[in-house]
C-alpha cells in the first residue's frame, strides 16, 4: 500500500463535477482513469457526483466510465448520471446539476450551497464561447470552478472573445485553463533543479547557456483526429501552449516565492519578453500521407510538424535562441529540454573533437523522467586528455518509493483544493497568441515529409 502524507489525505469539499465531452475520447482516455486512481488513493471528496453531458444521449453511460477505468473497485460509474445539452438549453443540465448536488449534500450532511461544483470543458474551440454563455445564462457557474481544455481559441480573436466570455461568468481566479504537459511531474521538475541547487541556478544565463532545444516529436499520426487537426494544425495545437509554456518555466525569473500568482507573474513575464515568432525562423511540415485521412482536405497545407527558433529580450536570455520542435509521425517519440552549455574559456584542452555537442544538461520530461548531465571527464590512461561522460538523474532510482501522479490526476486536484499554480492565466494566454499570430497571418509554406524520419531540415541547422 502506498503511504500517503497528511496534506495529501486531505479531502476536498463536496463536490459535483460536471463534465463537458464525456463521451469524448480525453474524457475516456485521461478523466475517468484519473478521478479513479485519486479516489483509489483517498483523494476525491468523500461525497462527490459526475454529471456527464454532451448534444447526444449515451445509453450506458456508466459502461463508457466503467470501460475507461482500470480498477472494478472504483465507485465512479455508481456516483455518474448523463444529462443531454447543448449551448442553446441547458434547463434540464441545470435541473441535474441541482439534483445531484442535493444527494451530496445529503450524503455529506452540508447544506446545499456548500457543495461546490467542478465544470470542466472537453469541447471544441468552435463550441467553447457559446457554451460558456449557456453556462451563465443557467447560472451553473453558480459556486464553480471552470476547467478549460486547450486550445483556448483558434487565433488571437477567437481567444480574447473566449476569455471576454469566460469573465462575464466566472472569477478569474476560479478559472483552470488547462495545458496538461505543466501537470506532469517532470515539468514541475524544472523549478526544483533550477531554484533548489545552485550549481544549476548560477549558470542559467545567456553567459553560460549557447542555446536551449525544446522537442516534442510523436512517432502517433493523426489517430483518428484528421477533422480536429484540420481546424488546428501543430502551431495551434503544440506551440502555443504546451511548447511555450515549457520555455516559461525554463526561462523565467526566479519568483519571488512558489505561489501561484509569484509563479505565474514571472513565466507572464517571460511571455510579455518573449519576441514574435518570425516566418524566416520556422519551418512548416506535412507527413506524407496526410491527405490520404477521409477527414482531411485533399489540398491541405495544414502543417503536422513546426520547427522555429525564439527569443526572449531579457537581460538573463538576451541572444539566446530557444529552439522548439515538434510533429506528428516523427522518427522518435520524445519530451526533452535541451540547455547547451558554452566552451569553457581559456580551453585549456583545447579543440576537444567532440560530436553532438555533449557540453549540455538534458531534461527527459516523459513519464520515466531523468535528467542527465553530459560532461567532459578525463579519459583514463596516461595521457591528460577529456572524452564525454554523463551524470544521470533518474527520478524512479533515486525516490523508489515514492510514486507520481499522472498529469491529469495532478489537475484534477489541484482543481478541487484550487490551486491554479500548474495552470495557464489569461494575460498567458493572450500574449502567446500575440507571439504566434504573424505565423498564422503568414505562414511559410508547408513542406512534406515522410513518416518516421525528423523531417524538414529546421531553421537552426540551417544557419548552422
Given at each position: 500500500?502506498?503511504?500517503?502524507?497528511e496534506?495529501?489525505l486531505?479531502?476536498?469539499?463536496?463536490?459535483?463535477?460536471?463534465?463537458?465531452g464525456a463521451?469524448?475520447d480525453?474524457?475516456k482516455?485521461m478523466?475517468?482513469p484519473?478521478?479513479?486512481?485519486?479516489?483509489?488513493a483517498?483523494?476525491?471528496p468523500?461525497?462527490?457526483?459526475?454529471?456527464?453531458?454532451?448534444?447526444?444521449?449515451?445509453?450506458?453511460?456508466a459502461?463508457?466510465?466503467?470501460?475507461?477505468?482500470?480498477?472494478?473497485?472504483s465507485?465512479l460509474?455508481?456516483?455518474?448520471?448523463?444529462?443531454?445539452?447543448?449551448?442553446?438549453?441547458?434547463?434540464?443540465?441545470?435541473?441535474a446539476?441541482g439534483?445531484?448536488?442535493?444527494d451530496?449534500?445529503?450524503e455529506?450532511g452540508v447544506?446545499?450551497?456548500?457543495?461546490?461544483r467542478l465544470?470542466?470543458?472537453?469541447v471544441p474551440?468552435?463550441?467553447?464561447?457559446?457554451?460558456?454563455?449557456?453556462?451563465g445564462?443557467?447560472?451553473?457557474?453558480?459556486?464553480?470552478r471552470?476547467?478549460v481544455?486547450?486550445?483556448?481559441?483558434?487565433?488571437?480573436?477567437s481567444?480574447r472573445?473566449?476569455?471576454?466570455?469566460?469573465?462575464?461568468v466566472?472569477?478569474?481566479?476560479?478559472?483552470f485553463r488547462?495545458?496538461h504537459f505543466l501537470?506532469k511531474?517532470?515539468?514541475?521538475?524544472?523549478?526544483?533543479l533550477?531554484?533548489?541547487?545552485r550549481v544549476?541556478?548560477?549558470?542559467?544565463?545567456r553567459?553560460?547557456?549557447s542555446?536551449?532545444?525544446?522537442d516534442v516529436?510523436?512517432?502517433l499520426?493523426?489517430?483518428?483526429r484528421?477533422s480536429?487537426?484540420?481546424t488546428?494544425?501543430?502551431?495551434?495545437?503544440?506551440v502555443?501552449?504546451h511548447?511555450?509554456?515549457?520555455?516559461?518555466?525554463?526561462?523565467?525569473e526566479?519568483?519571488a516565492?512558489?505561489?501561484?500568482?509569484?509563479?505565474?507573474d514571472?513565466k507572464?513575464?517571460v511571455?510579455?519578453a518573449l519576441?514574435p515568432?518570425?516566418?524566416?525562423?520556422t519551418?512548416?511540415?506535412q507527413?506524407?500521407?496526410?491527405?490520404?485521412d477521409?477527414?482531411?482536405?485533399?489540398?491541405?497545407d495544414?502543417?503536422?510538424?513546426?520547427?522555429?527558433?525564439?527569443?526572449?529580450?531579457t537581460?538573463?536570455w538576451?541572444?539566446?535562441p530557444?529552439h522548439l520542435?515538434t510533429?506528428?509521425?516523427?522518427?522518435?517519440?520524445?519530451?526533452?529540454?535541451?540547455?547547451r552549455?558554452?566552451e569553457?574559456d581559456?580551453?585549456?584542452?583545447?579543440d576537444?573533437?567532440?560530436?553532438g555537442h555533449?557540453h549540455?544538461?538534458?531534461?527527459?520530461?516523459?513519464?520515466?523522467?531523468?535528467?542527465?548531465?553530459k560532461v567532459?571527464?578525463?579519459?583514463?590512461g596516461?595521457?591528460?586528455?577529456?572524452?564525454?561522460?554523463?551524470?544521470t538523474?533518474?527520478y524512479?532510482e533515486?525516490?523508489?518509493?515514492?510514486h507520481?501522479?499522472?498529469?491529469?490526476?495532478?489537475?484534477?486536484?489541484d482543481?478541487?483544493?484550487?490551486d491554479?499554480?500548474?495552470?495557464a492565466?489569461?494575460?498567458?494566454?493572450?500574449?502567446?497568441w500575440?507571439?504566434?499570430?504573424?505565423l498564422?497571418?503568414d505562414p511559410?509554406?508547408t513542406?512534406?515529409?515522410a513518416?518516421?524520419t525528423?523531417?524538414?531540415?529546421?531553421?537552426?541547422?540551417k544557419q548552422?
Amino acid at each position: 500500500m502506498v503511504e500517503t502524507s497528511e496534506q495529501e489525505l486531505e479531502r476536498p469539499a463536496p463536490h459535483v463535477v460536471v463534465l463537458f465531452g464525456a463521451n469524448g475520447d480525453l474524457a475516456k482516455r485521461m478523466i475517468y482513469p484519473a478521478l479513479a486512481k485519486l479516489g483509489a488513493a483517498g483523494r476525491l471528496p468523500e461525497a462527490y457526483a459526475v454529471v456527464g453531458t454532451g448534444r447526444h444521449d449515451v445509453e450506458d453511460y456508466a459502461a463508457v466510465i466503467t470501460e475507461s477505468v482500470d480498477d472494478e473497485s472504483s465507485d465512479l460509474a455508481k456516483r455518474a448520471t448523463f444529462q443531454t445539452s447543448d449551448a442553446d438549453d441547458g434547463a434540464d443540465l441545470a435541473a441535474a446539476i441541482g439534483k445531484a448536488e442535493q444527494d451530496v449534500a445529503d450524503e455529506a450532511g452540508v447544506d446545499v450551497s456548500d457543495v461546490r461544483r467542478l465544470v470542466y470543458l472537453s469541447v471544441p474551440p468552435s463550441s467553447m464561447t457559446d457554451i460558456v454563455a449557456m453556462l451563465g445564462r443557467e447560472g451553473i457557474t453558480d459556486r464553480a470552478r471552470l476547467v478549460v481544455e486547450k486550445p483556448f481559441g483558434t487565433d488571437l480573436d477567437s481567444s480574447r472573445e473566449l476569455d471576454a466570455a469566460i469573465k462575464d461568468v466566472a472569477d478569474e481566479g476560479d478559472v483552470f485553463r488547462v495545458d496538461h504537459f505543466l501537470g506532469k511531474e517532470a515539468v514541475q521538475n524544472v523549478l526544483a533543479l533550477r531554484f533548489a541547487n545552485r550549481v544549476f541556478g548560477s549558470v542559467w544565463n545567456r553567459d553560460n547557456v549557447s542555446s536551449v532545444q525544446i522537442d516534442v516529436p510523436e512517432t502517433l499520426g493523426l489517430e483518428g483526429r484528421g477533422s480536429f487537426y484540420e481546424t488546428v494544425g501543430a502551431l495551434r495545437d503544440m506551440v502555443t501552449t504546451h511548447l511555450s509554456q515549457i520555455l516559461g518555466f525554463v526561462a523565467l525569473e526566479p519568483p519571488a516565492d512558489l505561489t501561484a500568482e509569484s509563479v505565474r507573474d514571472a513565466k507572464a513575464a517571460v511571455f510579455e519578453a518573449l519576441q514574435p515568432f518570425t516566418k524566416g525562423d520556422t519551418v512548416y511540415g506535412q507527413f506524407d500521407g496526410y491527405r490520404d485521412d477521409e477527414d482531411v482536405a485533399d489540398d491541405s497545407d495544414v502543417e503536422t510538424l513546426v520547427a522555429l527558433t525564439a527569443y526572449v529580450d531579457t537581460d538573463r536570455w538576451r541572444g539566446v535562441p530557444f529552439h522548439l520542435r515538434t510533429g506528428k509521425a516523427m522518427a522518435d517519440d520524445r519530451r526533452t529540454v535541451t540547455v547547451r552549455f558554452r566552451e569553457p574559456d581559456p580551453a585549456l584542452f583545447g579543440d576537444t573533437g567532440d560530436e553532438g555537442h555533449p557540453h549540455e544538461l538534458v531534461l527527459d520530461l516523459s513519464d520515466e523522467a531523468k535528467v542527465a548531465v553530459k560532461v567532459r571527464g578525463k579519459r583514463p590512461g596516461p595521457e591528460l586528455e577529456v572524452a564525454p561522460a554523463t551524470l544521470t538523474l533518474d527520478y524512479a532510482e533515486d525516490f523508489p518509493d515514492d510514486h507520481p501522479l499522472a498529469a491529469y490526476e495532478r489537475i484534477l486536484l489541484d482543481v478541487f483544493h484550487g490551486d491554479q499554480l500548474l495552470f495557464a492565466r489569461a494575460d498567458e494566454v493572450d500574449r502567446l497568441w500575440q507571439v504566434c499570430q504573424p505565423l498564422l497571418d503568414d505562414p511559410p509554406e508547408t513542406q512534406t515529409y515522410a513518416k518516421d524520419t525528423w523531417g524538414p531540415t529546421p531553421p537552426w541547422e540551417k544557419q548552422g
